[in-house]
């Protein structure tokens, strides 16, 4: 039987046929791409089989339903997430993995820098600094960025007992892995000019909706998941 893979990457899909051959691409070798096709109508999901990936279908719309479809599906003792619409190099997360390997962190986020004209709109931008400040409020964490790149142990995930299925899930995800005092760190890494139309911070309104979704994550009294400790090694 062979071996599982050393490491899962969950990528949400909608409509992203244009930038999944650059994405997938880039998954390191021998780690397995999870594309999560949340109701494409583009053909990603063949297409995505056909490079390769393993495709998980995910029929509830929204951001945290197909980022936990993902987690759900994975088999791999680290699972990573990234967007799937080539404005992160999934690539980036090998030092990402090292540093949960060498017991450095619990949970690792890429702090987004824009590369090009347009990589983060002004709106997006002030939307994540507003939440930064509030998640620094709320768990004294001194982080700059919630982008969507980000690396922890699977099995200390399932134990924080996500819920959001919307934009509020990557929030949450800090925000539990906090409160349970999992180790936190930021790397910087070049943010590109995404490949298609944004499905939610393309727009004010989108922004709007995230800011919302994720207000009502910092609002929620402070969770008490399995410490498992970010399933340190023993």
Same mark, same amino acid.
């Given at each position: 039987m062979p071996p599982g893979p050393s490491?899962?990457?969950?990528?949400? /899909?909608?409509?992203?046929?244009?930038?999944?051959?650059?994405?997938? +691409?880039?998954?390191?070798? +021998?780690?397995?791409?999870?594309v999560v096709d949340n109701g494409s109508t583009d053909g990603s999901a063949g297409l995505?089989?056909?490079? &390769?990936?393993?495709?998980?279908?995910?029929? #509830? #719309? +929204?951001?945290?339903? *197909?980022?936990?479809?993902?987690l759900t599906a994975a088999t791999a003792d680290i699972? /990573?997430?990234?967007? /799937?619409?080539?404005?992160?190099?999934?690539g980036l997360l090998v030092p990402f993995?090292? *540093?949960?390997r060498d017991g450095e962190a619990d949970l690792v986020l890429g702090r987004r820098r824009p590369r090009g004209r347009g990589a983060w709109p002004?709106?997006?931008?002030?939307?994540?600094?507003?939440?930064?400040?509030?998640? !620094?409020? !709320?768990?004294?964490?001194?982080?700059?960025?919630? &982008?969507?790149?980000?690396?922890?142990? !699977?099995?200390?995930?399932?134990?924080?007992?996500?819920?959001?299925r919307r934009s509020g899930y990557p929030l949450q995800m800090v925000v539990r892995a906090a409160d349970a005092g999992w180790r936190v760190r930021e790397r910087d890494v070049p943010y590109r000019p995404r490949t298609g139309a944004s499905k939610v911070t393309g727009t004010w309104r989108g922004t709007w909706?995230?800011?919302?979704?994720?207000?009502?994550?910092?609002?929620? &009294?402070?969770a008490r998941p399995a410490r498992a400790a970010a399933g340190r090694p023993g």
């Open positions: 490491v899962d990457v969950v990528l949400p /899909c909608l409509d992203e046929a244009e930038a999944l051959p650059w994405v997938l +691409g880039r998954i390191p070798a +021998g780690w397995r791409a999870l995505a089989r056909a490079l &390769g990936a393993t495709v998980v279908h995910e029929e #509830r #719309r +929204g951001f945290g339903a *197909a980022c936990h479809a993902g699972v /990573c997430f990234c967007d /799937c619409d080539a404005s992160l190099d999934p993995v090292d *540093a949960l002004a709106h997006a931008r002030a939307g994540n600094l507003a939440l930064s400040l509030l998640l !620094r409020r !709320r768990t004294g964490l001194r982080l700059h960025d919630l &982008g969507p790149l980000r690396a922890a142990r !699977r099995e200390a995930l399932l134990s924080l007992g996500l819920t959001d909706q995230a800011v919302r979704d994720m207000s009502r994550v910092l609002n929620e &009294g402070p």
